[in-house]
């Protein structure tokens, strides 16, 4: 196969659907940080689940320009959060560069991966290598230098998938909270499925079974699964050669022998060494093959199914969390001019938003963001002529600005509130009789004198900053920072908020979580009001998950 087509391109990237959701829980389990917050694999399962809905659309599927445009616009309506919206961005500049093309070739398909990295780069302000990001940069560079010369698109796809892999392994050198966490960067991982299920289509698997994958419980996606791993110990060995000039005989004779014994397969010369990544159900086979050509130096084996079996142990709270009816719902308020849309994880938050004139909410937050789509159709829900959104989350302000660059027949303000807790001061601030800039400035000034802070808990045990977390400790940041840990919630939280308080706030709101009582909330708050007699208490029902406590000072 030397060239692909239009209907080539359909089927491929529905098999990469189909590969990234079966894999989703895994994805979300890399998150960096051991909080019930991990999202990227249900981010990046949006967009793609979103641009196979458009391409089934798609009236003419031997037509390249269609298909393209309906990949990329359906990635970018379905995009959520940071991971997904660059996602999107990757096959924008994928996309661009092959739509007039009748068919195409590995040159072309080098060429399109050189334009994604460069409209994936350029859309977000200051990139991190560690990335997703790194992974389509090198992607690039290394199909260029290694891959030009093949014109077999068999060929090229598995080499391509194979050293996909092998910078999803190198993106913790590049980041030190991924080394801390152990843990693979969780959006180049996902990328890496994406590239695996073309890889599979190209190479003749184009079954696909999306909608059963996608309406699956949590259940049966774990089967699907753990079915799919036909080899089920992941086998790496660093062997230090006696002879350093092997040749390329026994290295392709050594390449045979791991084929036969498994996939997923990367050998490695350099130097003194040799390196192998293989999945096989025979790891000893490997080390014995591997030592009649030296020393072992190092070796590891993990197995895949116990791993698998552990990462989606827990399933995302995305689709267990209760939707109201006054979700998505257009407010009566008096705001003439500003049309406001925020974000809320729950019912107590929405409620306390819509008293302070929110015109609009829509359901997100951790593990459920909401998509450009999402922002979209509230956009035009809205009478207003005038836009203000208030994400409340880092990881939905890149979708939103999103939203605000697509949006022609209405001015759009994005503040980049990254708490709820600042939403809600942004609301305090709120002047619907202001132009654009004079109320960013306010709404600015006002959530710079907000210190938001979080209570969750480690879903897994771990490491941040030199701290050693355990499995359910509570955890308590101040922004992003985590200030303290451990098993008693109360303790924990007294001890940041007295540190904080001694500071000089005066003002302490409570936003107490769904899953502990009021009376939770007011022990705390009654102790810290008899040592700091000046401070003033508000407490309410946020009823948002896996944050027990959300807390402002000022």
């Not at 130096?297 to 399933?315: A, C, G, L, P, S």
């Not at 999103?402 to 305090?428: F, H, N, P």
Request: proline content about 3%.
């Amino acid at each position: 196969m030397k060239e692909l087509h239009a209907k080539d391109f359909y089927i491929a990237f529905k098999k990469a659907a189909e590969t990234l959701i079966v894999k989703k829980d895994e994805i979300n389990a890399l998150n960096v940080f051991p909080v019930p917050d991990g999202d990227t694999g249900s981010n990046m399962s949006s967009g793609m689940l979103e641009a196979c809905e458009w391409l089934d659309k798609t009236k003419n599927k031997n037509k390249m320009k269609d298909i393209m445009k309906n990949m990329r616009d359906g990635l970018l309506m379905g995009a959520r959060g940071n991971s997904g919206v660059i996602l999107s961005q990757i096959f924008r500049g994928f996309t661009e560069t092959l739509e007039d093309k009748e068919v195409v070739t590995t040159k072309d398909f080098i060429e399109a991966l050189k334009k994604a990295k460069e409209v994936a780069y350029h859309a977000v302000i200051k990139p991190v290598e560690g990335t997703m990001l790194t992974l389509i940069r090198k992607l690039a560079e290394r199909a260029e230098e290694e891959l030009s010369d093949i014109e077999d698109f068999e060929e090229f796809i598995n080499r391509l998938y194979e050293i996909s892999e092998e910078i999803v392994e190198e993106t913790p050198k590049y980041l030190k909270k991924l080394r801390e966490a152990n843990v693979v960067d969780a959006g180049a991982k996902g990328l890496s499925y994406i590239i695996k299920g073309f890889r599979d289509a190209i190479n003749g698997d184009t079954e696909v079974d999306l909608k059963n994958i996608e309406s699956a419980s949590a259940e049966e996606i774990k089967e699907i699964a753990y079915e799919e791993i036909k080899f089920q110990y992941c086998t790496e060995c660093v062997l230090k050669l006696n002879d350093p000039d092997i040749s390329k005989e026994e290295l392709d004779k050594i390449r045979a022998f791991l084929e036969e014994l498994g996939d997923s397969i990367v050998l490695v010369h350099q130097g003194d060494f040799l390196k192998t990544h293989v999945h096989t159900n025979h790891p000893g086979k490997v080390f014995e093959e591997f030592l009649l050509y030296g020393e072992l130096y190092k070796v590891k084996v993990d197995n895949m199914k116990v791993q698998h079996e552990h990462v989606t142990e827990t399933y995302t709270a995305e689709n267990t969390t209760d939707n109201t009816e006054e979700q998505n719902e257009v407010f009566e308020t008096n705001n003439e001019n500003w049309g406001i849309i925020t974000v809320s994880p729950g019912d107590g938050l929405t409620q306390i938003f819509k008293s302070l004139g929110v015109d609009m909410v829509i359901f997100g937050g951790q593990t459920m963001n909401p998509s450009v789509k999402d922002f979209m159709e509230a956009i035009e829900k809205l009478p207003q002529k005038k836009i203000l959104i208030l994400p409340n989350n880092p990881n939905i302000i890149l979708t939103a600005e999103k939203v605000a660059d697509m949006v022609e027949d209405k001015e759009v303000l994005v503040v980049k509130t990254k708490y709820i807790q600042e939403g809600v001061a942004a609301m305090l601030a709120f002047d619907d009789t202001m132009e654009k800039d004079e109320l960013k400035e306010a709404i600015e000034s006002e959530i710079s004198a907000v210190v938001p802070i979080q209570v969750t808990y480690a879903v897994r045990d771990s490491e941040i900053a030199g701290e050693s977390i355990k499995k359910d400790e509570y955890l308590v940041f101040v922004g992003k920072e985590l200030k303290a840990h451990g098993f008693d919630l109360n303790e924990a939280v007294l001890k940041v908020l007295r540190e904080k308080l001694a500071e000089g706030f005066e003002i302490m709101t409570i936003f107490y979580g769904q899953d502990i009582e009021q009376k939770t909330a007011e022990l705390i708050a009654n102790e810290l009001m008899e040592e700091f007699s000046d401070l003033e208490v508000e407490i309410h029902n946020g009823g948002q998950p896996h944050y027990p406590l959300l807390i402002s000072l000022e």
